[in-house]
């Protein structure tokens, strides 16, 4: 099974009591950016590949770079954690699932359930905004397939 983290493009901040968390949208560097990481995995997602994603505004506006159908989650979303993340994925770290599962949500959610599954510690690790990580896990261990930033896709 693989798994591919994808956190959400650059958003517009948040403005306490005028714009929720949720509601915050992409800005036009973010929606480059979507893009571009966009082209990057539609060169490369297997066909049944499965899209979870958040319900946040700025998640659901990276998901629709693909232009393909997807699963909206709040087991995903702005408060989910790597157990419910991993859940909502059927995550089988023993590569005993096929499948590849692409999850766009937030930080620190998406750093967590990275260093989790590479180290076996859930402290996190700093994503960037619009990047990916791609890990695949076969009966022989957990590997990193890939790890890209939209600047580099």
């Known amino acids: 099974m693989d798994i591919i983290l994808w956190r959400h493009a650059e958003a517009e901040d948040g403005v306490p009591g005028r714009i929720p968390d949720a509601a915050r949208a992409l800005t036009p560097h973010g929606i480059m950016q979507a893009r571009k990481m966009a082209d990057w995995l539609l060169a490369r997602l297997p066909e049944d590949c499965r899209i979870l994603v958040s319900p946040a505004v700025r998640t659901q506006q990276t998901a629709d770079a693909?232009?393909?159908?997807?699963?909206?989650?709040?087991?995903?979303?702005?408060?989910?954690?790597?157990?419910?993340l991993l859940a909502a994925a059927e995550?089988?770290?023993?590569?005993?699932?096929?499948?590849?599962?692409?999850?766009i949500g937030h930080q620190p959610t998406i750093g967590?359930?990275?260093?989790?599954?590479l180290t076996g510690d859930d402290t996190?690790?700093?994503?960037?905004?619009?990047?990916?990580?791609?890990?695949?896990?076969?009966?022989?261990?957990?590997?990193l397939r890939a790890a890209l930033t939209p600047s580099l896709a």
């Open 66 to 84: 693909l232009k393909l159908p997807f699963i909206t989650t709040p087991k995903v979303g702005t408060s989910a954690n790597a157990e419910t």
């Open 91 to 103: 995550w089988r770290g023993n590569g005993s699932s096929p499948g590849t599962v692409l999850v």
């Open 112 to 117: 967590e359930v990275a260093s989790l599954l």
């Open 124 to 143: 996190g690790m700093s994503v960037k905004k619009g990047a990916i990580l791609w890990i695949a896990a076969r009966p022989d261990g957990v590997s």
